[in-house]
């Protein structure tokens, strides 16, 4: 049979499965919506496992170029008291070195030039994915959260669930000395350093869903932060009035098949889970490496589709579903010094690497 793999999405995702199967001996076609890579966007934290990932594709180094390492962070209380510390130095130890940081965009850059230019398709959006399975002899579902190849799977039998919280996000022309997060009542607010004057910030409050869009987003922001602890109100009156992405924050429902004959989904489109372990982009890369390991070298494709889902769909969903855990945790209203021992305990067993 033929080597000829359409990957739906090319994003972080798709890309990195695009440079494994064509590494793994396949053609590869890459369908995005999307009429170029975009130019801006937020920092990602890349974790160590996510980098040998980029090390078996091949691009890990130049990851850890563009990106910088992660610096020890703090999660505090509203009033700058320390809740817990996030000690980078022992992930160092435990997985031989820290989280990178990069942005979006340059990550994006990265895997896509790690390809040939025909490879990846823009303005390509795919609105019939069965028909694409009649086409190639493999189809990837890559195409993120909203993925309508998973509907060629599972219908809507497994939905995306409110997560109870209204995330905003965005990058502010300001320099913090120290990243973290801060947690209150109902409502946390985190900064990532990126770079020389620039910093990454994100807040989410827990409303019921469909809650009404405030009217300004920044003014919203600033009544519910703006007496926390320095520099959060130092950032609010820095936001740029274009500068600040709100949406309500989903998961997936856990699927029971990642794959179904010669299509299979990964990364978003099979796991997309809550921002709050900073892990759906890693376990995309992850993913992405284990697929083309799973297809090399083999012509039953149902077959090595099978062996990927056995190896990626338990650990991403038990991910999932720390993450969720999480951000309960984090925008508790009630118990709160409970709360807070229950994150340091968290803290203390480790995250996944
Ligand atoms: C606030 C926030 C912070 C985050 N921080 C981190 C972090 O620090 N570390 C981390 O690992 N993860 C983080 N994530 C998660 C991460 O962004 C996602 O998990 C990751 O982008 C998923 O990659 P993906 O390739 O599966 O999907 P996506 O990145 O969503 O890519 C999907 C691509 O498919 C395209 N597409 C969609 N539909 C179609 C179609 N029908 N036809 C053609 N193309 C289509 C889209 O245009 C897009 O390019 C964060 C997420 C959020 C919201």
Redesign the pocket.
């Known amino acids: 049979m033929g080597r000829h793999a359409a990957v ?7 890309l990195a499965a695009a440079i494994g199967l064509r590494a793994a001996g396949w053609e590869v076609t890459v ?4 009429a170029a890579l975009p130019e801006t966007g ?1 920092g ?3 974790w160590p496992g ?1 980098l040998r990932a980029l090390d078996a594709l091949g691009v890990g180094a130049e990851v850890r170029r563009r990106g910088r390492r992660q610096a020890d962070g703090l999660i505090r209380r509203p009033d700058g008291s320390r809740i817990a510390a996030i000690d980078v130095g022992r992930l160092e130890r435990r997985h031989g070195e820290p989280v990178h940081l990069i942005t ?1 965009p340059a990550l994006l850059e990265v895997l896509a030039g790690a390809l040939p230019g025909p490879v990846l398709r823009f303005g ?4 019939d994915p069965g028909s694409l399975a009649e086409a190639y002899d493999l189809v990837v579902g ?7 190849v998973r509907t060629v799977l599972h219908g809507d039998r497994c939905p995306l669930r409110y997560a109870g919280a209204v ?1 905003w ?1 965005g990058v502010a022309d300001i320099e913090v000395p120290v990243g973290g997060e801060t947690w209150g009542r109902g409502r946390k607010f985190g900064v990532t350093p990126e770079g020389p004057g620039r910093t990454n910030w ?1 807040a989410a409050v827990a409303l019921p869903e469909g809650h009404p869009p405030p009217a300004d987003d920044r003014e919203e922001l600033r009544r519910l932060f703006g007496d926390w602890h320095q520099p959060i109100p130092r950032l609010l009156g820095a936001l740029a009035a274009d500068g600040v992405l709100r949406h309500e924050i989903r998961d997936l429902t856990p699927l029971p098949s990642y794959v179904s004959g010669r299509v299979a989904l ?4 099979a796991h997309a889970m809550t ?1 709050d372990l ?5 376990q ?1 890369l992850i993913d992405a490496v284990a697929l083309a390991d799973c297809l090399h070298d083999t012509d039953d494709v149902p077959a090595a589709l099978r062996a990927y889902d056995r190896r990626r769909r338990r650990p991403t969903q038990r991910i999932a579903a720390a993450a969720r855990w999480t951000g309960r945790l984090a925008h508790a209203r009630r118990l709160l010094p409970a709360r807070d021992a229950l994150l340091r305990l968290a803290l203390a067993a480790g995250p996944p690497a």
């Open positions: 739906v999405g090319g994003g972080i995702g798709g369908l995005e919506r999307s937020t990602l934290g890349i996510a979006r390509a959006p795919v609105d890559a195409d993120g959260i909203g993925s309508v995330a996000r994100y990964l990364g978003d489109a921002p900073g892990q759906g982009a890693c995309a």
